[in-house]
């Protein structure tokens, strides 16, 4: 089990940008795909991009492409979420996740382990 703490979250004006970070903790994490994935209020969870072991492959939800960026660096033990032009749809409880296998999937449910997540809230 790996244990994850995110950060960074807060509050934006529309375009603006924030930077998530996710530490990890416990078992060597450069061996877990790393996910973000968000719950706006009211809703399910949602993934919003995913990061290979090495750093190399990147996946991300079609309503975040070129707006943010995945990235992470396996000597800090941290995955980030690099968020840009940030409209009030991106509201939500950002949560951070891993997975023990090679691939980047969509579904929440195939994520071994998560943070306790960090709020984004997005003023119009």
């Known amino acids: 089990q790996v244990q994850l703490v995110e950060s960074g979250g807060g509050l934006v004006q529309a375009g603006g940008s924030l930077r998530l970070s996710c530490a990890a903790s416990?078992?060597?994490?450069?061996?877990?795909?790393a996910g973000w994935f968000r719950q706006p209020p009211g809703k399910e969870r949602e993934f919003v991009a995913g990061?290979?072991?090495?750093?190399?492959?990147?996946r991300y939800a079609d309503s975040v492409k070129g707006r943010f960026t995945i990235s992470r660096d396996n000597a800090k033990n941290t995955v980030y979420l690099q968020m840009n032009s940030l409209t009030p749809d991106d509201t939500a409880v950002y949560y951070c996740?891993?997975?023990?296998?090679?691939?980047?999937?969509?579904?929440?449910?195939?994520?071994?382990?998560w943070g306790q997540g960090t709020q984004v809230t997005v003023s119009s």
């Open positions: 996740a891993a997975r023990r296998s090679p691939t980047i999937v969509p579904g929440f449910r195939d994520y071994n382990d």
């Open positions: 416990g078992r060597t994490f450069v061996n877990y795909v």
């Open positions: 990061i290979s072991y090495s750093g190399g492959i990147s």
